[in-house]
């Protein structure tokens, strides 16, 4: 009678399992990219680099450059006060830079599309 009834519980407890609701999840929104905060600086002749000031949404971040028109990008990772400084990459003054950041948790930020002028702060639209 007990082998029985256990089987009948265990049978309602793997149905009940089956058809249980479950709470949907919430999409986590991508981490923010501030591009106030990062400027283009001169390496030497046809190379740029981008400086990222300190802030806070770039804490320990890595950051993808890449060039559109040379295909040069380099990576780089901020500090833990969110600043950093890229390498030089091949680029030309009015190119169109790509930069996009994956916050340490492995979320990825959109990708902006940037026209490169020396010594300016970073200014774009998402990528089409």
Do not use: W
């Not at 802030?55 to 990008?73: L, M, P, R």
């Not at 780089?76 to 680029?91: C, E, M």
């Amino acid at each position: 009678m007990h082998r029985v009834r256990n089987k009948t519980l265990l049978a309602a407890a793997a149905l009940s399992g089956l058809f249980a609701c479950s709470t949907p999840s919430v999409p986590t929104p991508p981490p923010e990219l501030d591009l106030s905060a990062l400027v283009f600086g001169s390496g030497t002749s046809g190379t740029f680099t981008i400086t990222g000031k300190p802030a806070a949404a770039h804490v320990n971040a890595e950051f993808f450059v890449v060039d559109q028109q040379s295909g040069d990008g380099v990576i780089t990772k901020a500090t833990g006060d969110g600043s950093f400084t890229t390498a030089p990459f091949a680029a030309a003054s009015g190119d169109s830079i790509r930069v996009q950041l994956e916050a340490p948790d492995g979320r990825t930020s959109n990708a902006y599309c940037v026209s490169l002028v020396p010594g300016a702060t970073l200014s774009g639209d998402v990528c089409p």
